[in-house]
């Protein structure tokens, strides 16, 4: 499980280094998408399979369609070098506005890379809504 909140930079040839704690849960290959909330999502290609796999039950909503388009147009495969960097391609940099510092959140089965101060500001926002969030949390 990806747990834990990490601030690294990322360098001038768009590379962030992932938490070696990271690493050894996700491996040599991850898959970066463009995630809500303007952040970036970091999947295993196992958890990429069953996410995808989750979007394909349902393709005649235009909201589903477009949601994929997006997803899966923006999505990219990234290997993971020797000291643990991924390089991280300029739409994506854009999208996520990824500069300086970036926050690195593990989220379950993937991992978030947010722009620190997007992050930050995010986070006060919703600790202050963690109650209201609790009550209407879905289980299965």
């Keep these: 499980m990806l747990i834990g ?3 690294h930079g990322i360098d001038e040839k768009n590379r962030v ?3 070696s704690k990271f690493r050894q849960e996700m491996g040599k290959k991850v898959v970066l998408a463009k995630g809500v909330d303007k952040c970036l999502s970091v999947f295993t290609p196992k958890e990429w399979a069953n ?3 989750t979007l394909s039950q349902e393709t005649l909503r235009k909201d589903n369609r477009g949601f994929n388009r997006l997803t899966f147009g923006g999505a990219m495969e990234a290997e993971v070098d020797s000291i643990g960097r991924i390089l991280v391609p300029d739409f994506l940099i854009e999208w996520a506005n ?3 510092k970036v926050a690195l959140i593990g989220v379950q089965n993937k991992v978030e890379i947010w722009n620190e101060k ?3 500001e995010y986070r006060r926002t919703a ?6 969030f ?3 949390v879905t289980t299965r």
């Excluded at 600790?127 to 209201?132: C, K, L, V, W």
């Design 5 to 7: 909140e990490y601030i």
């Design 17 to 19: 280094s992932l938490p």
């Design 51 to 53: 996410f995808s796999q």
């Design 98 to 100: 990824l500069k300086g």
């Design 118 to 120: 997007t992050w930050v």
């Design 127 to 132: 600790e202050r809504q963690m109650a209201s």
């Design 134 to 136: 609790a009550e209407n």
